[in-house]
């Protein structure tokens, strides 16, 4: 393809691209007494992501958030209202807003680069989520003293108890399609430590992933890391995890001292 017709087509699908609505939403759970691990997690990188790329959305925390989907059914956090427009979840979020407004922070990657980051975002998302899932729903010390409290605060008794069931009872199904089914503590851990291990050579000394600018990938493993860390558990075996690697810390805090601080 010529440099002329290559260029045509960029400007092309420039120009078909959308302006960013002023009245975006995205949907979570409560902070401070309802939201888990996995779910703080999953809607921090998505809260990082927007406020990297500098795109205003509006955060409503809801008792119903995960059941904010079109069918009414129980949805991976957070949910993401765009006009009329629903999407849940970090990847399909980013992709919706690459394709319909144009905006990445990856665009500056060679093509392997965006392949390694894309193959560093599903693997980091999947065995953290999951680590997250199991230390909240399979660890009785966690399950009984902060999940069930925090997971069925918002329902009334007797409805409470069904909610943590069907919610456990999920949980326990995706785990079992995992490299956690039937794994103990010790597996888990082993499997989480090698993704830490493995993120922070990748990250060595430098600010963001890829070098002085952040991409998705930051925005993600932002999000995992710094919930496991903050987020106080009667068991801190993840965090512990985290805290031998300094430069996965001071990345945490240099984050959120660049997007959350108050100025």
């Known amino acids: 393809m010529s440099a002329t017709i290559e260029n045509f087509l960029k400007k092309t699908a420039t120009a ?4 960013w609505p002023r009245d975006a939403v995205l949907y979570q759970p409560y902070e401070e007494e309802q939201i888990l691990l996995a779910e703080n997690a999953s809607c921090l990188a998505v809260r990082t992501y927007f406020k990297m790329l500098n795109l205003p959305v509006a955060l ?68 953290l989520t999951n680590a997250e899932h199991y230390v909240s729903w399979s660890l009785k010390e966690v399950r009984d003293t902060v999940t069930k409290q925090r997971n069925g605060c918002v329902y009334p008794f007797p409805l409470n108890y069904v909610q943590n069931w069907r919610k456990e009872s ?26 830490l291990s493995d993120l922070s050579g990748r990250l060595g000394d430098k600010k963001y992933f890829f070098g002085d600018s952040p991409t998705e990938l930051d925005a993600l493993v932002f999000g995992h890391l710094y ?9 801190s075996v993840l965090a512990e995890n985290v805290s031998l ?10 984050i959120d001292q660049a997007y959350f601080s108050v100025k």
């Not at 979840?89 to 919706?96: K, R």
């Not at 079992?176 to 503590?185: C, S, V």
């Not at 919930?227 to 068991?235: A, C, D, G, R, V």
Request: a negative charge; one cysteine or more.
């Open 60 to 127: 409503e925390q809801r008792a119903n958030a995960e059941f904010i989907s079109p069918g009414g059914k129980r949805t991976k956090l957070p949910v993401l209202r765009v006009e009329n427009f629903i999407y849940a979840e970090f990847d399909h979020i980013v992709t919706f807003v690459e394709q319909n407004f144009g905006k990445s922070m990856s665009e500056f990657l060679s093509q392997d680069d965006k392949d390694t980051m894309r193959t560093s975002i599903c693997l980091a998302e999947h065995i």
């Open 16 to 19: 078909d691209m959308q302006e």
């Open 245 to 254: 690697h300094d430069n996965l810390v001071k990345f945490c805090k240099n």
């Open 170 to 195: 999920a949980i326990q199904r995706q785990l079992k399609r995992t490299e956690f089914h039937d794994a103990d503590l010790a597996k888990v851990v082993d499997v989480v430590h090698h993704l």
């Open 227 to 235: 919930s496991i860390i903050t987020m106080p558990l009667p068991n």
